[in-house]
């Protein structure tokens, strides 16, 4: 199994075999986790910290669970109430963290780069994305991928409409990142507002008319509108928005008969997504990716974990000699 990542800090420093062991993996989980026993022993031992400086109950959920169902011992940081509120830097954080000797850190941080900081000032630690700031949410994309492969059968040569507030999205970074990658087309869909500066260098297809991005697609991506990231007005209306970029059924018709339809949620229903649409189990696969969250998540930490006991081992065995 190709997978040789110390930490996993986004999706631009994977191959595709490295992408591929991991969804891989993640489907031997899926299974795990749909037995009566859910119990794994990858991570006995080990000691998983999950620290959230944004606030996230399904994303740091499916951690918590996939941790404990592989055997580590997890704790949720509560940041809100820690000494980080009391102007503690992240350096300050990073050597607190180092007398408790963690094995893997969970990390989620309104600043893009603030988890690649840590990742270099934590010592004998696998340190894991769990999404920074606009930059990048590498566990999001693989979970979508995985729910890809699965409800499609492949993960190469797809049309997928990725369409609403990419500006402020680090899901929509990810999935790009990861779906260019594996041989995809990769149409990106919203109003000029939403629409990051240099948009023409991703290498991917960008429009504003909902019909011409999801002409014959095979994936619809809807992204949420990142109000909290929002610093002035991006859309005239919520109401006005849904009319040109909410996906119902009567766009969704311009995409291929067996298209499917995501969403990393939280939804907004009637503003992103018609309700009834979002619940369609004939086309929407959204329950699925919170299914596939759990296992990709329990994959992630095995791999990780493989490769810092092997590292230690290692420097073990160069002790010895």
């Known amino acids: 199994m190709t997978f040789r990542a110390r930490h996993l800090l986004g999706i631009e420093h994977l191959s595709p075999d490295e992408i591929r062991a991991v969804l891989d993996l993640a489907e031997r989980y899926v299974d795990l986790n749909r037995r009566t026993v859910k119990h794994g022993d990858a991570?006995?031992?080990?000691?998983?910290?999950?620290?959230?400086?944004?606030?996230?109950?399904?994303?740091?959920?499916?951690?918590?669970l996939a941790g404990k169902r592989l055997g580590a011992d997890v704790m949720n940081m509560s940041v809100a109430t820690s000494s980080v509120r009391k102007g503690e830097t992240l350096i300050d954080t990073a050597l607190s963290l180092n007398a408790m000797h963690p094995d893997l850190l969970v990390v989620r941080h309104p600043s893009s780069g603030a988890v690649h900081l840590?990742?270099?000032?934590?010592?004998?630690?696998?340190?894991?994305?769990?999404?920074d700031g606009r930059h990048e949410h590498p566990t999001q994309a693989l979970l979508d991928a995985l729910t890809i492969r699965r409800a499609k059968g492949r993960l190469h040569r797809l049309t997928v409409a990725i369409c609403g507030d990419i500006a402020h999205s680090r899901v929509a970074r990810?999935?790009?990142?990861?779906l260019a990658r594996m041989e995809n087309r990769v149409r990106l869909i919203g109003p000029?507002?939403?629409?990051?500066?240099?948009?023409?260098?991703?290498?991917?297809?960008v429009t504003d008319d909902m019909a011409e991005g999801l002409r014959d697609a095979d994936v619809v991506m809807m992204l949420r509108l990142q109000r909290e990231r929002m610093d002035g007005g991006f859309i005239p209306s919520e109401r006005e928005y849904y009319h040109r970029y909410g996906l119902d059924a009567?766009?969704?018709?311009?995409?291929?008969?067996?298209a499917i339809v995501m969403h990393p949620g939280p939804m907004n229903r009637g503003v992103e997504i018609d309700g009834t649409l979002a619940d369609d189990i004939n086309r929407s696969v959204i329950q699925d990716q919170v299914e596939m969250g759990v296992a990709v998540r329990m994959a992630c930490m095995d791999l990780l974990a493989r490769n810092l006991r092997a590292e230690r081992g290692a420097k073990a065995a160069g002790v010895m000699a």
């Open 118 to 131: 840590l990742a270099q000032k934590v010592q004998d630690c696998a340190v894991l994305n769990a999404g």
């Open 192 to 205: 000029p507002t939403l629409m990051p500066a240099g948009v023409g260098d991703f290498g991917c297809e």
């Open 174 to 178: 990810s999935n790009l990142l990861l």
């Open 43 to 64: 991570l006995e031992g080990l000691t998983q910290i999950n620290m959230f400086f944004e606030v996230s109950t399904r994303t740091q959920a499916s951690f918590e």
């Open 250 to 258: 009567a766009k969704l018709a311009a995409a291929r008969p067996d």
